[in-house]
């Protein structure tokens, strides 16, 4: 079946470092990939996502790439902020509509000033 | 735009009770909805797939008759956590789906539900 796996957390970072989350997944076909964000008592946010093999997904700073070749889809943002702690979650869809989202497990990470 | 909301935020009951959470899309109208579970320091999972006019569909290991679930407009889903009992607190999530959209789920910010 789908799955997901995201890096174990917590991450620690001071403000204006390199982030890197990184998610491989596991599909059949070829699924949609998203990461969402869940900012302290908030819902999850939909972050940026991609669609196709090579597509990079951005927002706020943050990018991930599409990798068919290693079924990976690793968040990364060059330079930190203190606002952006929060709880990232990686995810796929199958293609064909209203499917289920698979998550991972969350990583948490926390950006000291 | 794209925005739900959920009803109550929190929720505290005595166990044997039901609850009823709402999960509304505010500006736009939603033919597929989904109810999550999230524990703490784990991910979601997925309870259940609700389509508007139709019975909900469960996954695997959840239980239908406690968890009720009712989409009765293209704006409004509704799951009722019947007899809770103290292992069904937990925090739900609703999100949903527009029915133009092939694959982004809006999320509502979720209900925490404690059972005493």
């Known amino acids: 079946g789908n799955s997901v796996t995201q890096m174990e957390g917590p991450v620690t970072l001071s403000e204006e470092a390199f982030l890197t989350i990184n998610c491989t997944y596991t599909?059949?076909?070829?699924?949609?990939l998203f990461w969402y964000v869940q900012y302290p008592g908030e819902g999850l946010q939909l972050l940026l996502k991609?669609?196709?093999?090579?597509d990079k997904g951005s927002n706020k700073g943050f990018e991930a790439t599409y990798r068919k070749e290693t079924t990976s889809f690793h968040l990364e943002k060059g330079s930190v902020q203190v606002s952006d702690s929060a709880v990232y979650f990686c995810a796929l869809s199958a293609r064909g509509g209203s499917e289920k989202l698979v998550f991972g497990k969350g990583t948490k990470l926390t950006v000291n000033p | 735009g794209a925005v739900v909301s959920q009803h109550p935020s929190r929720v505290i009951c005595k166990s044997g009770t039901s609850v009823k959470i709402e999960c509304r899309s505010l500006d736009f109208q939603a033919t597929t909805m989904f109810w999550y579970r999230q524990f703490p320091k784990k991910s979601l999972m997925l309870m259940a797939t609700?389509?508007?006019?139709?019975?909900?569909?469960?996954e695997q290991g959840v239980e239908k008759d406690k968890f009720l679930i009712n989409h009765a407009s293209l704006t409004l889903s509704t799951l009722t956590v019947t007899s809770a009992h103290p292992e069904d607190s937990s925090f739900y999530i609703c999100?949903?789906?527009?029915?133009?959209?092939?694959?982004?789920?809006?999320f509502g910010p979720g209900t925490r539900l404690t059972v005493l």
């Open positions: 991609a669609t196709k093999a090579d």
């Open positions: 999100s949903a789906e527009p029915g133009r959209s092939t694959d982004t789920q809006y």
């Open positions: 599909a059949t076909g070829y699924p949609s």
């Open positions: 609700s389509n508007e006019g139709s019975k909900a569909t469960y």
